[in-house]
């Protein structure tokens, strides 16, 4: 299972950490998805982490604002969120790629372990 935390109220142009612990099982051989949801629309792909290699991807609306990383001894998979907009509002959720270890897309049918998500709003 996966835990996401971090998740708050911050204003435009602000940064949020979020978090996503493993427990039951080691994160260091998978490929790591962060997903987010907002309100009346479709689960989307944000950014991936190869956890093996640190190899890493982003969607277009995430590149040179969010970073990801990770922390193997830690079991942990982090989201740094900057520049924050409100169209970054959702519920942010991460999850793990079933089958291999790449980050070669972000379909929600090829991730397993999702978490309850944590909420990002982002307004004034």
């Known amino acids: 299972q996966l835990v996401e935390s971090g998740g708050g109220l911050v204003q435009p142009g602000g940064s949020l950490r979020l978090s996503c612990a493993a427990s039951g099982f080691s994160l260091g051989y998978f490929a790591i998805g962060w997903f987010r949801q907002a309100p009346g629309k479709e689960r989307e792909g944000v950014s991936c982490?190869?956890?093996?290699?640190?190899?890493?991807n982003y969607v277009d609306f995430a590149k040179g604002r969010f970073t990801i990383s990770r922390d193997n001894a830690k079991n942990m998979v982090y989201l740094q969120m900057n520049s924050l907009i409100p169209e970054d509002t959702a519920v942010y959720y991460c999850a793990v790629r079933r089958g291999d270890n790449y980050c070669s897309g972000y379909s929600i049918y090829e991730y397993d372990y999702w978490g309850q998500g944590t909420q990002v709003t982002v307004s004034p």
């Open positions: 982490i190869r956890t093996s290699d640190g190899s890493t």
